[in-house]
């Protein structure tokens, strides 16, 4: 690193100037040298200048062709370089060439295998951050994320009934049973391309896109009757309360959630195991 950074005190901002600077000394000293020599033996400038002008024009032209060179050579390690700040800033960016075997190559190669890395051990942690561990549905971050961009549709809230006595009676690992079941149910009643996740606690939310009243509320009673019928702890079955806010174009999906929480609520009050749609009767 010394000579680096000697160089650097020179040429601070380019490394190609620093590389220029090392080939110029041990190319062009011995040819200054020897061109002092000659000029001493025989005269003088003005007597060797016939032989001395080709020189000095060669000797400028080469010197331009080995900066061009350098300059030329050294693009690997700018696009390395630019490469590794488009990643920082994003988390993206495009591989580097790897089929070369020398240094910069081994170094391209080196580069694309920790992006390769980072990239799956940043997927990992996503997927964790938005992932319920018990169930494997998205928890309300991830759902929050999945959700973000979306606008036309409807919010189900789904509540099982009951569930503080269940794991008073049967034990939190009987509890953790129910959670699961309910949310095979939950993904086995729902479309390809609705978005399902554990809200909290016994509660679970479902977005259904471009869903209006009718086809929202035959997949909530769809869920409500498939929990009823597959899930049961002993002898005891599991019900859930739904509740459902259906979408417009003036309501988002921040703004529904209150109200599927309110029919909930009310699903409660009215004797639970049932579907109440924002707005509307009990279903």
Not at 25 to 45: A, D, E, K, Q, S
Not at 113 to 136: I, K, R
Not at 144 to 159: F, K, P, V
Not at 225 to 238: D, E
């Amino acid at each position: 690193m010394f000579l680096y950074q000697s160089l650097d005190k020179v040429f601070p901002r380019s490394y190609t100037a620093k590389v220029f600077c090392v080939a110029f000394i041990g190319t062009h000293v011995p040819l200054i040298c020897m061109v002092m020599v000659v000029l001493f033996r025989h005269g003088g400038i003005w007597g060797q200048i016939d032989v001395l002008a080709p020189l000095l024009l060669a000797t400028l032209a080469g010197t331009f062709a080995t900066l061009w060179s350098l300059k030329a050579i050294l693009v690997p390690i700018y696009k390395v370089q630019s490469t590794m700040e488009s990643f920082a800033a994003d988390h993206t960016a495009e591989p580097l060439p790897d089929i070369h075997s020398d240094e910069v190559g081994s170094l391209m190669k080196s580069v694309n295998s920790h992006f390769s890395l980072v990239t799956s051990e940043l997927s990992e942690a996503m997927e964790a951050a938005h992932t319920d561990p018990l169930t494997g549905l998205l928890n309300r971050r991830g759902f929050e994320a999945r959700t973000s961009e979306q606008c036309m549709g409807s919010i189900l809230l789904i509540d099982i009934d009951n569930f503080k006595s269940i794991n008073d009676n049967f034990g939190h690992d009987a509890g953790d049973d129910v959670l699961i079941e309910v949310s095979r149910v939950l993904t086995e009643s729902v479309r390809t391309s609705d978005v399902v996740g554990r809200y909290g606690g016994e509660e679970f939310i479902v977005f259904l896109p471009n869903s209006e009243h009718r086809s929202s509320s035959v997949i909530a009673e769809r869920i409500r009757r498939s929990v009823a019928q597959k899930v049961h702890i002993g002898p005891r079955l599991v019900t859930v309360s739904v509740g459902v806010a259906i979408g417009s174009r003036s309501k988002t999906i921040p703004d529904l959630i209150p109200k599927a929480d309110d029919a909930i609520y009310r699903a409660k009050r009215e004797g639970r195991n049932r579907v109440v749609i924002s707005g509307f009767a009990v279903v």
